[in-house]
């Protein structure tokens, strides 16, 4: 099993140009999230999708950000254009959301990208 | 809204010994879920021990408990036999029952363990 993937691990990029975020969440799962975490806010849910269909994007921060889930094996989230406040680490989870038996509905996190905006 | 919060931000353990995170939440529902994540300086998201609210019995995993008190909507975790590896960000995350429900995070607590 190897886990939730993210790619690129670290970006670095000027203030304008846009920036693509790549997750591959766990073979079977049907839920896929899209965290945002500063050091000044925290953790924030930005976008939640079930089946490949956002159920939620009400913590995305504007129109800049957008995600797409055009699968059940891979997920975009876009930024464009970047600015500078938009350098934090970006965290993809995934997990098996289950609407009977056990619903912990763990979810599994990726390793993050660090994204740097200058 | 549901709300989590950590307030302190950061705390010191010496190694060995016990040292206890606290976390309150505040929500209208009556079942849900409680996790205490863990995020060395790898980054990565661990989950360290979870609660479902409507079981009574505190959970445990290994040198990991919790002190789960509904009414007081507290949260907490105590840390037995601290080891250095158990340095790292501390993070208590609340969620409704239900599939597609979210995880709300506090902000965290930085425990440093001191050898």
């Known amino acids: 099993d190897a886990g939730v993937i993210q790619s690129p691990r670290h970006e670095v990029t000027e203030m304008g140009q846009e920036v693509t975020l790549r997750c591959k969440p766990i073979?079977?799962?049907?839920?896929l999230f899209w965290y945002r975490q500063t050091m000044m806010r925290g953790l924030e849910l930005l976008i939640y999708f079930n089946n490949n269909v956002p159920i939620d994007d009400s913590g995305m921060p504007e129109d800049r950000f957008s995600a797409k889930m055009p699968n059940a094996s891979f997920s975009t989230l876009k930024i464009q254009p970047s600015e500078p406040r938009d350098s934090a680490v970006y965290f993809c989870a995934s997990s098996l959301a289950r609407t009977s038996g056990d619903s912990y509905n763990e979810q599994f996190f990726g390793p993050g990208t660090r994204l740097t905006v200058l | 809204a549901q709300t989590v919060t950590q307030s302190q931000p950061e705390m010191s353990v010496q190694e060995a010994e016990t040292v206890t995170l606290s976390c309150t939440y505040d929500t209208s529902e009556s079942d849900y879920y409680l996790f205490w994540y863990k995020q060395p300086p790898s980054r990565q998201m661990i989950l360290v021990i979870r609660q479902e609210a409507y079981k009574q019995q505190n959970a445990t995993e290994n040198r990991f408990s919790v002190n789960f008190q509904k009414a007081a909507k507290s949260f907490s975790l105590k840390i037995s036999d601290s080891q250095l590896g158990d340095a790292a960000m501390y993070f208590c995350?609340?969620?409704?029952?239900?599939?597609?429900?979210?995880?709300?995070f506090g902000k965290g607590i930085t425990l440093s363990v001191r050898p």
């Open positions: 995350a609340y969620r409704p029952t239900g599939a597609n429900s979210k995880l709300t």
């Open positions: 073979s079977g799962h049907n839920s």
